[in-house]
């Protein structure tokens, strides 16, 4: 009998378990994640894994790894440098689907070009503009390529990918082969964010593999997608873009897996994100309008999954206005001070100290920053690349770092570039303060829950002087923007229309006097009517609240910890393709293809034709993604209409899957 071996990268935690022949558990392991140099987590993992099952390396027969660095990334803005050429568009098609705000400052080209409808080119390639501009040196680490109707003839978008490859030698995304679907400036958009996720999912792979290599381990390496579907490690660096939502896919897939669960909603709570989702018949729900992360919508085939900036390091924002005061949390994720305390223990409690002794309550009290070495720092405007030398090599207080307050964006930008991380007081804080955790350095999370305490209100009294009153007021904000989670997704599924979007009714006032059980004249209940699966290696600790507020049954699996870690393995190797018949003329029936248009005079023989080439695509892909047994399924959707008493053929649609067990090595 085989041994499985998943592996989950998280924004705080790595991951590690090991099934026997995809039956039992036998070993689960976790270790911090170390950004700096992802190899030593996954490694970490991996050994202490080893450790506690006394298993044997060449008993492993194959690896997975699940990943939410792809979504914690753009859920933070965080990624390279990358670089835009949209062709046959108008500069103000930049605007549309947020492209102009993804792009972040980052350079974009518009170049005539493009094909219409029916994949004639509708204006030739621009080609001098675009070898012009590619010349010229911007700190670019990845490019974008987004044509008009490219899905409907790529070969513009090929063109100015090999151009590009031939210029600069770096990595190129072409929308086409991101997504069939037509929409342009959607397709550029998820374009634009596979270009910009390269060069991370790339290193983490590398390391991995590295990894792997150096414990002995000889299994091949298999990732999760964002549908829950395994494919290989040279696919996911092609595409990373298909590895957002890979980790909270993976622990939906390891939630039924655990819990047998038919109907119920999964919630899986990170460092970083709360994601959200439903199985229905034992199946989580796949997105139809693709994958939503933050505020970006994608062309990526992906579980229906609400993704919160909402974890156990996401920062703490006091409110001090009104008379009352309280907290937010997120969306951002900061490094919490317990565990920064551990790296630099004499740094943050002198700073500590020295912030407790002041009289006056500081802006940057309790918040530190630290360079991550290793990552490419490449067109940095002056201001950002001062700042980035000034925080230097090791852990300072903010306030040292930031001289005024326009250097407050600058060290935005940095942080969203990967370059710097900031440390905060986070919810893992207030839980290391109240006894729920104990990890890391609890001395330093009551300090920094002591200065923010002491902040003033519009009242001007103190926010909560009590360090433990701090930290339960924490605990119930993260309680109660979870229950908006899950309402939201909850409502959002709904086959009834309450007149309001998910977020409106999950605030609304009578939902929440429902929550808290209104007794008066009108009696008030309200909650979740379908259990809830807690996940994560938080879950035990934060959702039996969470569970109480909505009034349903809240599960936690024995192994919800490492959830994801077991549904990187449990998966079966998916590949979609999907492709187009159109008819541009009475008669004449046109396949698009990767290599172009082409015409037949009979619409079956156009259909089976491009039938056929998504089959043999779908098979190949599924067998280099390490598949075997593989199954083919075919769904058509022929679209016509009556003229004249007769069925007029408009367009087909055809979709091919191949569908198997990833192979396991002997």
């Not at 293809?593 to 089976?608: I, K, R, V, Y």
Request: charged share 20%; hydrophobic share 45%; proline share 4%.
């Amino acid at each position: 009998m085989a041994l499985l071996l998943g592996v989950d990268t998280g924004g705080t935690y790595t991951d590690a378990v090991l099934i026997r022949d995809e039956q039992e558990v036998i070993a689960s392991a976790k270790s911090l994640t170390t950004r700096h140099d992802l190899a030593l987590g996954i490694g970490a993992a991996i050994a202490a894994v080893l450790e506690a099952s006394g298993a044997d390396v060449s008993e492993i027969g194959m690896a997975s790894l699940s990943t939410t660095l792809a979504t914690n990334a753009l859920v933070e803005g965080q990624g390279g440098r990358v670089g835009l050429v949209y062709v046959g568009f108008q500069e103000r098609d930049l605007e549309a689907h947020g492209l102009r705000e993804a792009l972040s400052g980052d350079p974009a080209l518009v170049i005539g070009g493009g094909h219409n409808h029916a994949g004639g080119q509708a204006n030739p390639l621009e080609k001098d503009f675009l070898s012009a501009w590619l010349e010229t040196d911007q700190g670019i680490s990845a490019y974008a390529v987004a044509s008009q109707f490219a899905t409907r003839n790529p070969a513009h978008e090929l063109e100015v990918s090999e151009m590009i490859r031939a210029v600069t030698g770096r990595p190129v995304s072409c929308s086409h082969h991101l997504s069939a679907k037509l929409n342009g400036p959607k397709r550029a958009l998820t374009a634009l964010l596979n270009a910009r996720l390269i060069g991370m999912i790339a290193r983490l792979i590398e390391k991995a593999e590295g990894k792997l290599i150096e414990l002995g381990i000889g299994a091949p390496l298999m990732v999760v997608r964002g549908d829950g579907a395994l494919i290989s490690a040279a696919q996911a660096r092609e595409r990373p873009i298909e590895t957002i939502l890979s980790g909270p896919a993976a622990s939906i897939v390891g939630a039924r897996w655990m819990t047998g669960a038919d109907h119920a909603l999964v919630s899986d709570i990170g460092g970083t994100t709360t994601d959200v989702a439903v199985l229905r018949g034992g199946r989580p729900m796949i997105d139809p309008a693709g994958a939503q992360v933050g505020p970006w919508r994608t062309m990526v085939e992906a579980v229906a999954m609400r993704t919160t900036g909402l974890g156990g390091d996401s920062e703490v924002h006091v409110n001090d206005e009104g008379l009352v005061g309280g907290v937010t949390l997120g969306p951002r994720r900061v490094v919490p001070v317990n565990l920064i305390a551990v790296d630099a223990p004499d740094v943050v409690h002198n700073a500590l100290d020295q912030q407790l002794r002041s009289q006056t309550p500081g802006e940057y009290d309790a918040r530190f920053v630290r360079a991550v070495p290793g990552v490419e720092d490449g067109g940095l405007p002056d201001r950002d690349a001062a700042l980035l030398e000034r925080v230097g090599i090791g852990v300072q207080p903010l306030g040292a770092v930031l001289k005024t307050r326009m250097e407050a964006q600058a060290l935005r930008r940095l942080v969203s570039r990967g370059l710097v991380q900031v440390a905060g007081v986070t919810p893992s804080d207030a839980s290391h303060v109240l006894g729920r955790l104990d990890a890391w350095d609890m001395e330093a999370a009551q300090k920094a829950l002591e200065l923010i305490g002491r902040k003033r209100t519009g009242s001007g009294n103190m926010l909560m002087p009590d360090v433990n009153g701090m930290a339960q007021m924490i605990i119930d904000q993260l309680t109660h923007q979870t229950s908006l989670a899950l309402l939201e997704t909850a409502f959002a599924e709904e086959e009834q229309d309450f007149g309001l979007p998910p977020g409106q009714l999950a605030r609304h006032v009578l939902m929440q006097r429902g929550l808290d059980h209104h007794r008066g004249l009108v009696r008030l209940e309200s909650g979740v009517n379908v259990p809830v699966i807690g996940l994560g290696a938080s879950a035990s600790s934060y959702y039996p609240a969470v569970g109480d507020r909505l009034g349903c049954q809240m599960i936690l699996p024995e192994h919800s910890g490492v959830a994801n870690a077991i549904g990187a393995v449990v998966g079966r190797v998916t590949i979609r393709q999907l492709g187009t018949v159109t008819s541009p003329s009475e008669g004449r029936f046109r396949v698009h293809l990767d290599t172009g248009p082409e015409d037949f005079t009979d619409a079956e023989a156009a259909m089976s034709a491009l039938q056929e080439a998504l089959e043999y695509r779908a098979r190949s892909e599924a067998e280099q993604a390490g598949a075997e047994d593989i199954h083919l399924s075919v769904t058509r959707d022929v679209r016509s209409a009556k003229a004249e008493a007769r069925e007029v053929f408009l367009e087909a649609e055809i979709t091919v899957e191949a569908s198997g067990r990833p192979r396991i090595a002997a």
